[in-house]
């Protein structure tokens, strides 16, 4: 179908902006209410965990985009009537990014990012 | 066996829900020891369901992570209930679970 | 929290150190990151700590003088050795060798006799790394020597470094019913399920106080993730509110935080925490002698210090818990002068008898401290290795590095232990482990392009001085033989390192250096030699009998003037 054609698309943008537009059908957003929680460092860029919450309600979709990613949107979700604004979910990362969050609550899109940073190891103290 | 654990726990009106999947979930970026690409391989859609309800609809592209991670929250269930989990991916095989919410 | 008591009368020079009365109802005891240190050793504090951003000037980021001022403490004197690096070896040969558990095992008897139901808390960095006998027996010295010692709650970091099975066993059997090891960071990879208890609750003379454990959140980063594959870390500092919270309605009325996050981590979580009263920190290896008061986001005041290492410290909390809340407290971190404490003897004579055992390691039988006193090499030089960069025995590690497997640069991990050599001592195979014993020995060489080179410098700096602490590792910048550059902890990563050279030679980012290394996270590490770091140490001074670091590769520093982290020597 043309609708699950285009859901598809969004993985294949180059960009956050690309992707949200594809998965979402608008690239515009305000900041709101969203807790991203992911480990500040990654202990292993190919299973880093990422868990969205957030307290606004009438939340219909979910979107995590990893922005340094050569293919930055990693998953998007709908939302059934009564169920929680709160996704968890591990996703691959090639090098320290942004990690954005992106939520449609009423028609309206709401966006908030944390860095997760990729890092060599070793040396520690 | 089912390449699906799920624990379904209601608390306080709410039930959350963790599930492991077994899947590859291979990029089609990787290539194997003799230079030939590994095909992509990965889940596209995973969706929950109590009775007729939908509650979740996952869309994943391939990098989720291998054996892959998914964790939700939902109201209005009863203990008791039959949650439904399902996958499909893109050479369109797929697999589901039921559990019962505790 | 009003603290008619905060330094008191430390900062003067006292005619008994350990002369202490308690103070309130509530005492914890505190060391951490001894490192495997059985006995009395010498280490130095470092001259090198920047602070960047916030932190800039901020203990812990205070060196010598600076930090003499700061806790108004006068030189030379007793604390100020203690406390710095100032006239070190003047001021070390004069009061002698510091730490040793024999020594400790008094000093813990004299503060808990004073203090009916004081607890001891162990911060963790206990099992290693930089312990001949810690490696050889799977960490067993230290097992014992803490059940001999009363240890009632400990954490971790290095611990890990002996593998999750190793760990297990030791929590299940020899600690069961005697030590907790706590950790609420530490979750099962698959489902995220705590792996430890996160927290205690002990009642001491009436009042309910919960010990929450913060294992090391960076372990399967900064050591090897294979030892430890099943297990995640973190800082995890919402996970961290609930178990706040959970205690506290568990009945807890002071809520102490046993951290391992290193100190600029723990003054963060301090202020984006609520609840917690004190934290007791390690990891970072600061003496720190006085508390510091954050306010958390709710308004309330966390203490927050760090215990210093290598067990040349016990630090020492009373607090006055009255109709409610905490009325008063005294710290003190109390330094363990081995030439002022009579050894426990029984503890002394548990040291004598672990360390003169024989073991089988790596195929070969031998008497540990037979193995550990044999002289090397004597050194002309202070070999020490605390400090953000580059250490006299670094130098001599790279040095060894690059001459036994014929490298052009040599990269020695940024490690904040291992113990101090005098000039003119003898350099002992004790020395060579205290600086390289640990689980993942292997020397390593291998072609690295000018490019990446700069990639790894750059990346370890920024887990320096990344001005977000919860970006931090906590970990010393790598320590470079060879190579020269400069460094300006005050930009981002990608722009602090600068002017890389070779021999007088730009390094080229395309160009190919052959690098020398050791202690790789990988689990097969690439360019093994399958020689082990003690062993190329060990030949080196074998071959050259004296050494002297005539020239300390320390990096050019650049944005750092005025920072009272830095002083040179
Ligand atoms: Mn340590
Ligand atoms: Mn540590």
């Known amino acids: 179908s043309t609708v699950l054609a285009s859901a598809r698309e969004g993985f294949e943008a180059g960009s956050v902006s690309d992707a949200l537009k594809s998965v979402m059908g608008s690239d515009s957003h305000d900041s709101g209410d969203i807790t991203i929680s992911a480990p500040e460092l990654a202990e292993n860029g190919a299973v880093v965990p990422i868990t969205v919450e957030s307290s606004l309600t009438g939340v219909t979709d979910i979107a995590i985009l990893a922005a340094a990613n050569n293919n930055p949107l990693t998953s998007s979700y709908k939302l059934g009537e009564g169920t929680k604004a709160y996704v968890a979910t591990r996703i691959k990362m090639g090098d320290s990014s942004d990690i954005v969050a992106v939520l449609k609550a009423n028609g309206q899109l709401y966006s908030s990012s944390r860095e997760v940073k990729v890092t060599i190891g070793g040396c520690g103290g | 066996m089912s390449s699906i654990r799920v624990r379904a726990q209601l608390s306080d009106g709410v039930t959350n829900v963790r599930a492991l999947i077994s899947h590859p979930m291979e990029t089609g970026q990787r290539t194997d020891s003799g230079g030939n690409t590994i095909p992509a391989h990965y889940i596209t859609e995973v969706k929950a369901k109590v009775r007729d309800r939908e509650i979740l609809t996952a869309n994943w592209g391939p990098s989720i992570s291998r054996n892959p991670y998914l964790s939700f929250q939902f109201e209005g269930a009863s203990s008791g209930d039959t949650l439904e989990l399902s996958w499909v991916d893109n050479n369109g095989d797929s697999d589901s679970t039921q559990v019962q919410i505790r | 929290l009003p603290a008619s008591a905060r330094l008191g009368a430390a900062g003067k020079n006292p005619s008994d150190p350990y002369e202490l009365p308690a103070r309130g109802n509530v005492s914890i005891l505190h060391f951490t990151d001894c490192h495997g240190q059985l006995l009395p050793v010498y280490f130095r504090e470092p001259h090198i700590n920047l602070g960047v951003a916030e932190m800039k000037g901020r203990p812990p980021h205070l060196v010598g003088k600076a930090l003499l001022e700061r806790y108004g403490i006068d030189h030379p004197g007793l604390l100020s050795h203690a406390y710095t690096y100032l006239d070190y070896v003047k001021l070390a040969e004069h009061y002698g060798r510091v730490g040793g558990f024999a020594h400790l095992a008094t000093l813990v008897k004299k503060v808990r006799d004073q203090r009916p139901g004081a607890l001891l808390l162990d911060g963790g960095d206990t099992w290693g790394g930089g312990s001949g006998t810690g490696l050889w027996t799977h960490a067993q010295d230290m097992v014992d020597a803490q059940l001999k010692l009363g240890v009632d709650i400990m954490t971790g970091h290095w611990e890990f470094t002996f593998g999750a099975d190793r760990v297990r066993e030791i929590v299940e059997n020899d600690f069961a019913g005697h030590i907790e090891f706590l950790a609420q960071n530490v979750v099962d990879v698959d489902w995220g399920d705590r792996i430890f208890k996160p927290y205690t609750i002990r009642e001491m003379n009436g009042v309910n106080v919960a010990v929450i454990g913060q294992s090391f959140p960076y372990t399967p980063i900064a050591n090897p993730r294979h030892m430890v594959a099943e297990w995640s870390f973190g800082i995890r500092h919402g996970e961290m509110q609930d178990t706040v919270n959970n205690a506290r309605a568990d009945g807890a009325e002071v809520v102490i935080l ?312």
């Open chain 3, 258 to 569: 046993l951290s391992h996050n290193g100190m600029d981590v723990d003054i963060k979580l301090a202020q984006v925490v609520d609840g917690i009263d004190a934290i007791m920190g390690g990891h970072t290896h600061d003496a720190v002698p006085a508390p510091l008061e954050i306010k958390g986001p709710e308004g309330g005041t966390c203490l927050v210090t760090n215990g210093g290492s290598n067990g040349k410290f016990l630090g020492v909390l009373d607090l006055d818990f009255r109709d409610g809340r905490i009325r008063d407290y005294q710290y003190r971190l109390l330094p363990v002068f081995a030439n002022l404490i009579e050894p426990d003897p029984d503890m002394a004579r548990y040291i004598e008898q672990v360390r003169d055992q024989e073991v089988t390691y790596d195929g070969q039988t031998f008497n540990m401290k037979d193995a550990l006193s044999e002289e090397l090499a004597v050194s002309e030089d202070l070999l020490y290795r605390r400090g953000n960069f580059n250490g006299t025995f670094d130098q001599l590690i790279c040095d060894a590095l690059m001459e036994q497997v014929d490298a052009q640069i040599a990269f020695s991990p940024g490690f904040r232990w291992g113990t101090t050599v005098l000039p003119g001592m003898p350099i002992t195979f004790e020395h060579v482990m205290d600086q390289t014993g640990l689980t993942y020995p292997a020397v390593t060489r291998n072609e690295m392009s000018g490019a990446m080179i700069k990639e790894i410098l750059e990346d370890v700096a920024d887990n320096l001085y990344n001005k977000d602490p919860f970006y931090q590792q906590g970990g010393d910048m790598v320590r470079v033989g060879g190579l020269q550059y400069s460094i300006d902890p005050t930009r981002s990563i990608g722009e602090r390192i600068g002017d890389m050279e070779l021999n007088g030679k730009p390094i080229a980012p395309n160009e190919s250096y052959v690098v020398a290394g050791w202690a790789s996270v990988q689990e097969q590490p690439a360019g093994n030699t399958g020689r082990k770091i003690w062993d190329v140490v060990a030949d080196y001074l074998r071959d050259h009998e004296t050494v002297s670091i005539s020239e300390l590769n320390e990096p050019k520093l650049r944005g750092v003037e005025g920072n009272p982290g830095v002083s040179s020597v």
